[in-house]
Every structure is written in C-alpha cells, then in structure tokens.
C-alpha cells in the first residue's frame, strides 16, 4: 500500500479565464489536498469546472488568486520540463498518430527526461517495459494504434504516463466511450497504479457508480459551492452525494447505491425480502401499475420464484416480473 502523502494542495484557489484583460471566474475559494497512494475521483455537473480546475493543477492555466503547491512550491515555480516530469496528464483528444506503434507512444513518455538529441537510455527502455507490463498491454506492443479499441488505446495513453514516471497521474474522463467492462478494468487498474506504484492519480468522471467502487476521495464540485473533499462513504452515508444532483427530482439511495427518482410514489402493502420488494416497486413505479381496490398484499418469494397479489376476493400468481407486469399492465 502506498503511503497518504499530500503532495498536492490549494488554498483559496480562483479559477478562470482572462478575456480582454478582464477575468471570468469559474469557480472560487477551491481547497484541497492530493495525495499519493490514493485514487482520488472529480465529480460534478457538465460545466462546472472540472477541466479548468485540471488545467490549473496542470500548470496550464494561471490561478485567477491564491495558488497550487507542489510539494512545497507554488507551481509557479517550476519549469515546464520539471512540472512535465512530475505530473503526467492523459487528456480526452484522440491521438492522430495511427501509424505509431504501441512501444513508440509508450516512450513518448520518457520525452521529459531524455537529452536534447532524444535518445533513449536503457534506464528509459526499463520504464517504458514496465509501463506496458503495469497496464498489461505487452500483447500489444508492436500494434500501430490504428489497429487498437478504443478501450485498448486507453490503456496505451495509461502507460505512456506511467512511463512518465511521475508522481501524480492526472486522467480527464479516461472512461468516456468505453463500455461497461472496460470501464471497470480502467478504474481498477488506475486504483492498482494508486496503491503499487505509490502515485496520487486523479481522475474526472462521470462514472459514478464505478468511482463508488474504486475512489479512496472524491472531490465533488458544484456550481457556486465549495469543493467537498471526503471519502465516497462518508459523503453517501451524510447524503451529501447528492450534492450532485441538485435538481431534487433524483436522489441517491444509499442502500441500492444507485441514482432513483425521489418523488413520493404510493406503492401498495408489499413484503417479502429487501432485494425483491426493491426490483417489484421499481417495476410498480416505471409502468404506474394501478391494482384493483380490493388488494391486501403482494408478496413475493426467490425460490421458487413466486409473485403473490391477495386481494379479497381473489389471488393471483407469477412466475415472472413479465407475466406479472403482462396482467396488470
Ligand atoms: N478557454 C475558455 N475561455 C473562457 N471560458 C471557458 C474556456 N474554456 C472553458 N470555459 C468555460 O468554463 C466553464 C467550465 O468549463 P469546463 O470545461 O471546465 O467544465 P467541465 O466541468 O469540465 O465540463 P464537462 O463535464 O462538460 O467536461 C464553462 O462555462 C466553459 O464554457
């Protein structure tokens, strides 16, 4: 397990753009530490700020007021080949060099420490391997990346960061336009590279339900609010995750772990246990299935699968959520 260093922090940090000389704030008064050993996710809504505040801890655009430290220094400190050596960064632009080979981007990393001449030390090529062993795409390595899934290049664009040898990972919405598995295995190789390889990585995502599952912190930001720094547990068991859904039509349920809508619905008297009682009201809800007057209760049962409605005069069964939805639908 890597040590919670804090490698990273602001205080007081403005974000924004200058126009004309005038300054456009985007977010204000952001505080936070990052740290190494931990996988640290960015949650917020479409425009927010994610990519700006990314962009400022980059080093790639001036804070509007207060400053990033890195280490002990304001990032101001550091030239752009110092920062290029400590801080790798994978952005969401798709690379137009299909004719490269996997082996070539990878090293595409080392740039920041080879001489002027570009050439390679052996210390260079041990990195770049163990990059490509990291994110386990040697099967890869003499792929052009024209010829790679999308999923497969993000692991190359991973390892070319890696081989950056960096202390902090920084990823912009690594998981945009994979699907659900290759979401999945990113998130745990990025949570993987976090604990074995001593990094602090920072990802923004959208993905909240693997972010749960992978992040050691999430940083929730939110238009007009201060940056909510805590671990994803803490923020799900407060109800402040919801602080990602401000519309107040759709809330978090802390026992499924998923997004619902929480507008008031009047379900009929249901029992049975918590995981099918769930699937029968979401079932309920989604169609607006209305019951006859004289229903008691509905129960349903796993094994043998068995939805009961009792009503006073008669009862019905299902073996399925389909026949049941069939009938009363
Ligand atoms: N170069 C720029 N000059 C001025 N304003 C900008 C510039 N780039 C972005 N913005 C504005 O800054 C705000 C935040 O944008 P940003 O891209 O940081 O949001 P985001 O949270 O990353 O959004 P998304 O989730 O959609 O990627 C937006 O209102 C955007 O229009």
Known sequence: MGDRKIILKSNGLNLGYKKQGESIIIAEDIDFELKKGALTCLLGPNGVGKSTLIKTIMGQLPALQGSV???????????LKELSKRIAVVLTDKVSLGNVTVYQLVSLG????????????????TKVEKAIEVTHISYLKDKVLSELSDGQLQKVMIAR????????????EPTAHLDLINRFEIMHLLRKIAKEENKA?????????????????????????????????????????NLLLPSGTLKFNPITGKIQDSTPYDYPI???????????????????LVFDEDLQVISILENPFLIKVKGEKKEQNYNSFKAFLEDLS
């Not at 249901?270 to 607006?288: A, E, F, H, P, Y």
Request: aromatic share 6%; proline share 4%.
């Open 69 to 79: 430290i890195l280490d002990d220094s304001p990032l101001g400190d550091y030239s």
């Open 110 to 125: 080392r740039i920041p420490h080879t001489t002027w001449l570009g050439s390679m030390s052996s210390m260079d090529h």
């Open 161 to 172: 960061a890696l081989a950056q040898d960096g202390e902090i990972l920084i990823l912009d």
């Open 201 to 241: 990585v920072l990802v923004v995502t959208h993905d909240l339900e693997i972010a749960i599952d992978t992040a050691d912190e999430f940083w929730l930001m939110q238009c007009g609010l201060p940056l909510e720094c805590a671990a994803p547990e803490d923020l799900i068991v407060s109800g402040k995750i």
């Open 270 to 288: 249901i029992q049975g246990d918590v995981k099918l009682t769930n699937w029968l009201k979401l079932i309920i809800r989604k169609n607006s």
